[in-house]
């Protein structure tokens, strides 16, 4: 099938025995960076906020517009904008109150809600130097809404963190928004100064936030500059090390990148399935270039989307710097190398296992859907038992993976369509054409399908999802055209974008005479 763009509007608990817990890195709380604590993984902090007003609703009902991003020819020139704003409003952390906090909504694509957004707090966002007794200024609380289980995120962290990379720390919270449970949230630490003063033992290098990003002509200008009076000299110094021949790249690249942690940051990635880290999506990663050895370390980030499918392919080798290096003999060797050290001194299931036990214990009081959620522990108890063997299997019979420059890729806006509905809701197994709407749009420069239209609209029995839809027909009843919206818990009366990041829409173009062979979504 082949997608198609379309925009549309539409009116406290103690530590348990097992697990790694007692094991963690020597920087997981440290005297010199105040506020590490907050990521002691045996707390679950308590957050409360409260909002004035509809200051709550205007927050969450934010959002960004996907094809926007990638559709036409200046598509990913620049760094992905953000595009929320920030919210004051009250806060409680663990008892400690403060008044006038900033709040904003985060995410791309798949983090993005309308009932439980992850969110930023910036305690001196509108109070100048305001910050928590223990010196901490800002939080960052995902939703971790591609993780049912809430386990993934902080179990990713913990291995890359074991193996040697640095990563942020990582706990739980419980969210509790004007006297509304939003149930478990992941305590995340910001890749901010004290991050980096705990980690490199600095905080004045230059600081990248990659999304959709590589070290390439095609991507490079989509890293963020996260820190003042940077350039993205340092990256394009690694991107012109990329372009050598293979006898001088290893020699360039050491000089360039911190190459062994690099590898490891890599391997881990495809241990625990981060497909959507820097050597699968080139996206989620923060790097730093360190004044203290002049090298650029990478930082993985985003980490919800791990412990997935153990049998998924664990080799990434989509970003441009891991190509390069698969696709160098000494590059390879190295990365096997630290795949059999990490099967040999990370990847410890009983560890594992017990530290998912310890978590599920921490939390599972709070969780809003525990029929859902203890199943999606249980898929992560399988990806540790499971995922040995498919890690190994590469490591014995590496796969040919042929070096694939990088090109900048845009969609193309192919149609447009609008409607109108007169719906009654629980109508969903009702002949549609008795309900009056109106349809008109094309596709490619090919006018939709309506000469009968009707709809339908109410909660899909197989799902849950709360669906509108419209159908349209030829004249002789042998195509449909088919516009669906999904509509978020939560939403108000309004006007919303239609959109994979807003409110979910999509068209169905096919065949009456020839169902599902024909058809285009």
Known sequence: MRLICLALLVAGCEKSDGGFVDD???????????????????????????????????????????????????????????????????????GERLENVGFRKKGLIGSMSWTRPSLKVDADRFEDKQEFADGTEHFTFNNNQQDPSRVHTCMAYYVFRKAGVPAPLCSFATMDVDGVDLGVYTNVQPIKKAFLRQNFGNDDGDLYEGTASDVSDAYLATFDIKSDGSSLAP????????????????????EIVALDEFITEW????????????ANGTNNFYVYNNPADGKLHFIPWGTDSVLEDASSDPLFTNGQLVQRLWNHPDGQAMYLAEAARLLDEVWDEEELLAEIDRIEALI?????????????????????????????????????????PSERYCYEIIGSVTGTFDI???????????????????????????????????????????????????EPYENLTEIAIVIPDGIGVGTYPVDLAAVVGYVVEGSLIYPYEEWEI
């Open 24 to 94: 963690l890195p020597e920087t997981t709380t440290t005297e010199d960076t105040p506020g590490t604590e907050r990521y002691d993984p045996t707390h679950l902090t308590e957050v409360k906020a409260t909002f004035a007003g509809s200051e709550w609703d205007d927050l969450r009902q934010e959002s960004r517009l996907f094809y926007e991003i990638i559709t036409g020819e200046d598509c990913l020139t620049e760094p992905i904008p953000n595009v929320f704003n920030w919210h004051p409003g009250e806060v409680e952390i663990d």
């Open 235 to 254: 990256l394009e110094a690694l991107r012109d090390a990329l372009l050598l021949e293979d006898d001088a790249l290893i020699e360039a690249l050491v």
């Open 267 to 278: 391997a881990v990635e495809g241990l625990i399935g981060h497909w959507d880290g820097y």
């Open 364 to 404: 599972s009081p709070h969780f809003l859907d525990p029929a859902e959620t203890s199943a999606s522990i249980d898929s992560a108890r399988d990806f540790v038992d499971d995922r040995r063997s498919t890690y190994q299997a590469t490591i014995d019979a590496p796969p040919d993976r042929p070096y694939l």
């Open 424 to 474: 009654a809701w629980g109508s969903l197994d009702d002949d549609p054409f008795e309900n009056p709407s109106t349809l008109s749009g094309d596709v490619n420069g090919a006018p939709m399908h309506n000469f009968s239209v009707g709809g339908i609209a109410g909660v899909d029995t197989y799902d849950g999802s709360k669906i509108v839809a419209i159908f349209g027909v030829d």
